[in-house]
């Protein structure tokens, strides 16, 4: 009696083990499995959110190309006037990326339908950062567009929502501001110093690597604007620029420096000589 009782709980405790074993294995590849899933997830939410971003900038870029010289970017902007895109209409610029925001919220539940991707964009208020410098302003309507001032800036805000049915996440929601600013710090004899700055208000260093900027000016009295021939930009660090003319401002008057990032948003600042 007492063998058979000794082989009974050896018996017990190795079907225990083999069930802890089984239970750990288990365990160790659902922890795996929503590890896995985890990172697919978060790689998609990420890759969605920086799209949409990119798609803000370009409307961001084709309204104010269209704002500034509709004809001169004609090979960007022809492509939308068949969505409504007018020269120098801020408002129609809005209504074309409406509708490019509509048919790109489409295109992505169709590339992620495998994951049951439920993707809404929609429209918020957006707060410019006091690094901008351009005060209490807050972005509404889609875009704002400052120009002409010393402190110019353009900006795109909008929110996205996200949920991925098929992969068990829900409630994913981002803001987004996009934007580029630019601000004259001074102007005078054959130099004009300016700085750029991005989005939340980054610095921006790749204006000569990535972007372009461009200096006109207009002389007191006149209201003719003239190209400035520029001889040379030297980037001297925390977005600040240096842009170096073959020839001289005027004593009075105006000038105006348009400049773009990478992305093609375009940034126009201006102010007065003398």
Not at 27 to 47: D, G, K
Not at 82 to 92: E, F, N, T
Not at 230 to 252: M, Q, T, W
Request: proline content about 1%; charged content about 20%; hydrophobic content about 50%.
């Amino acid at each position: 009696m007492r063998a058979r009782g000794q082989i009974l709980v050896a018996a017990v405790l190795v079907v225990g083990l083999l069930v802890m074993s089984v239970l750990v294995a288990a365990y160790q590849a659902h922890a795996l499995f929503l590890r896995t899933r985890s990172v697919v997830v978060r790689e998609t939410a990420a890759a969605i959110t920086a799209d949409f971003e990119r798609a803000l900038a370009a409307m961001l870029a084709l309204a104010t190309r269209a704002l500034f010289n509709y004809t001169r970017f004609s090979d960007f902007t022809s492509r939308f006037e068949g969505y409504g895109l007018k020269p120098g209409d801020l408002d129609s610029a809005k209504l074309v990326a409406r509708r490019f925001l509509e048919e790109w919220e489409a295109a992505v539940r169709v590339v992620y339908a495998e994951k049951g991707a439920q993707v809404e964009w929609f429209e918020t208020v957006c707060a410019l950062p006091s690094e901008v410098g351009m005060g209490e302003v807050y972005v509404y309507d889609l875009m704002y567009v400052s120009w002409y001032r010393r402190n110019a800036g353009s900006f795109i805000c909008a929110g996205l929502n996200l949920n991925l049915t098929n992969a068990g996440f829900y409630g994913w929601k981002k803001v987004l501001l996009a934007g580029f600013s630019l601000v004259i710090v001074n102007a005078a004899g054959s130099e004009v110093n300016v700085t750029a700055r991005v989005d939340n208000g980054t610095l921006y260093g790749n204006l000569l690597a990535r972007g372009w900027v461009e200096v006109y000016y207009r002389e007191a009295g006149s209201e003719e604007w003239v190209k400035a021939k520029v001889k040379d930009v030297v980037y001297e660090g925390f977005g600040n620029y240096r842009i170096v003319l073959d020839g001289s401002l005027p004593a009075k008057g105006w000038v105006r420096v348009v400049a773009s990032d990478e992305r093609g948003i375009l940034a126009v600042a201006e102010v007065s000589l003398g």
